[in-house]
């Protein structure tokens, strides 16, 4: 064969191998929201009806993009649907609203289970030994591009927006904060003075829940942030969302540093208590 020909043909389907993918995505975001998706928006996304309506079209196009780009795989027999999916990928997405970034790169697969699992570990202990261990779980967040979810406390999340629990956006915060190469609390920011502030504000905060952990005093965030730095971000994220009117009078400073890094302010999503209270007895009933 003729080399500039071989060479040709090597040139075209590397093109092709670029393009096509984009192509896909592409045709993927500019296709119709199907209704039974929005359906499931209605029904499982307590705050959905809320949103102003150029932030429902960014979740629906996020959606979108999500939902091509991950592969979705049910276990403890647990069959995967749409209403899984998208409930799940909206959550998700909610934490990117408002950016130009890919939708979590890192990520491929996201395994649900019908309710919580056991997870096998091995650690080094501090003496070097190799240790097992097997631990109840809701969620877990992989750095190797894997999400563990059990569906029943998805659900359970989505639906009350107002308790501080949430497992989804939970594991996907950490997927954020793994996108600065650790996860350590501190994920990819601005510029060197970003960082700054954001260490100089979160540590306060870790060190306060520790301090109410400690002594068991009630705190506005779950005492499990007081584990470690990521759990913390985890764990304000969560509060961040769902209780933002008594984060940002409790922990202003903390509110303030959130509502800059996801670039939203959901205490204008908020609903009036009473309002809550029957909508939550509707779904119940
Ligand atoms: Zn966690």
């Not at 984009?22 to 359906?39: G, H, M, Q, S, Y």
């Not at 928006?41 to 309506?53: A, F, G, H, S, T």
């Not at 019908?114 to 570990?121: M, N």
């Not at 600065?180 to 905060?205: D, F, H, I, M």
Request: a negative charge; proline letters at 5%; one cysteine or more.
């Amino acid at each position: 064969m003729d080399p500039w020909y071989l060479f040709a043909l090597v040139i075209v389907a590397i093109v092709l191998a670029l393009l096509i993918p984009r192509w896909r995505l592409k045709r993927a975001i500019n296709a119709p929201f199907p209704t039974d998706w929005v359906e499931v928006l209605e029904k499982n996304i307590q705050v959905y009806r809320n949103l102003p309506m150029p932030l429902r079209l960014q979740l629906r196009k996020l959606i979108k993009q999500f939902l091509h780009q991950k592969t979705f795989s049910g276990s403890g027999g647990l069959e995967i649907t749409d209403e899984i999916c998208v409930t799940i990928a909206a959550e998700a997405c909610m934490l990117i609203l408002n950016r130009n970034s890919d939708v979590y790169p890192a990520l491929r697969y996201i395994i649900v289970y019908p309710t919580g699992f056991i997870a096998q570990h091995r650690n080094f202990d501090d003496a070097g030994v190799l240790q097992a261990q097997s631990r109840d779980l809701l969620g877990e967040s992989w750095h190797n591009g894997k999400v563990i979810l059990a569906w029943d406390s998805v659900l359970r999340g989505a639906r009350n927006f107002v308790d501080g629990q949430n497992v989804v956006l939970h594991e996907f915060a950490h997927q954020l904060d793994s996108e600065s190469g650790s996860t350590n609390g501190a994920p990819l920011l601005a510029g060197a003075s970003s960082y700054r502030s954001w260490a100089a504000v979160l540590s306060k905060e870790f060190n306060e829940l520790q301090d109410d952990t400690r002594h068991s005093k009630r705190s506005l965030m779950d005492h499990y942030g007081a584990t470690n730095p990521a759990e913390f971000f985890a764990v304000a994220t969560e509060t961040f969302f769902e209780k933002p009117v008594q984060m940002a009078k409790h922990h202003e400073e903390l509110f303030e540093i959130l509502k800059s890094y996801y670039r939203i302010d959901p205490r204008e999503w908020q609903q009036p208590p009473e309002r809550i209270k029957s909508s939550g007895r509707t779904e119940e009933n």
